[in-house]
């Protein structure tokens, strides 16, 4: 597991990520231990998988319920919440 000392170095890991190299587990000091799994791109849309697995549909439903009442934050929050000082020993 790769300790990430600062949010440019993240970025390039996740850039260098290939269907080779698709798994790729960190440790941000201060936020824990993530593991990104980087998934192949498929003709099919997240509409028809979710038509196609109820189970997936719910939880799609769910997870935007929580995020329209702040339960929950996107990608792009995620990392805008990283400081400097998260990946400092």
């Known amino acids: 597991m790769e300790k990430v000392n600062s949010p440019e170095e993240l970025m390039e890991n996740i850039a260098n990520m290939s269907r080779d190299n698709s798994v790729y587990q960190f440790h941000i000091p201060g936020k824990g231990t993530f593991t990104l799994v980087l998934q192949e791109e498929e003709q099919r849309s997240i509409q028809a998988d979710a038509e196609a697995n109820p189970e997936l549909r719910a939880m799609i439903e769910q997870s935007r ?3 329209k009442l702040g339960k929950a934050m996107s990608t792009s929050e995620m990392l805008k ?6 990946f400092r020993t």
């Open 81 to 86: 919440s990283f400081s400097p000082e998260d």
């Open 65 to 67: 319920r929580e995020f």
